[in-house]
Nanobody, 123 residues
């Protein structure tokens, strides 16, 4: 199993960039796919981006395509989310989650979750 821990959130202005990191301690990091989800008050946690384990294929929600990039460094047991051209609608708590091997799009598919990192984008 792995235990994700997010870092890198903060407050930025619209149009600026921010990078989130997710360090996942535990065995066999390279065999897990990772996803980023975000949540705002009163709403369900929603899929943002994910990266698979073996072939590192990625996928994104339409709302962030072209602006966000997910990547991983298996030597550092870390997954990254580079967020560019941020908008106020990107505001929320960003969660990193892990599941074995392939990408998932729904929260129930993921077994391990971090505590979340807050991102605030002002207009």
């Amino acid at each position: 199993q792995v235990q994700p821990v997010e870092s890198g959130g903060g407050l930025v202005q619209a149009g600026e960039s921010l990078s989130l990191s997710c360090k996942a301690s535990g065995r066999l990091f390279s065999t897990y796919a990772f996803g980023w989800f975000r949540q705002t008050p009163g709403k369900e946690r929603e899929f943002v981006a994910a990266i698979a384990s073996l072939f590192r294929n990625t996928d994104y929600d339409e709302s962030v395509k072209g602006r966000f990039t997910i990547s991983r460094d298996n030597d550092k047991d870390t997954v990254y989310l580079q967020m560019n051209s941020l908008k106020p609608v990107d505001t929320g708590i960003y969660y990193c989650a892990a599941l074995p091997w392939e990408i998932g799009y729904r929260t129930w598919e993921y077994s391990y979750w971090g505590q979340g990192s807050e991102v605030s984008v002002s207009s």
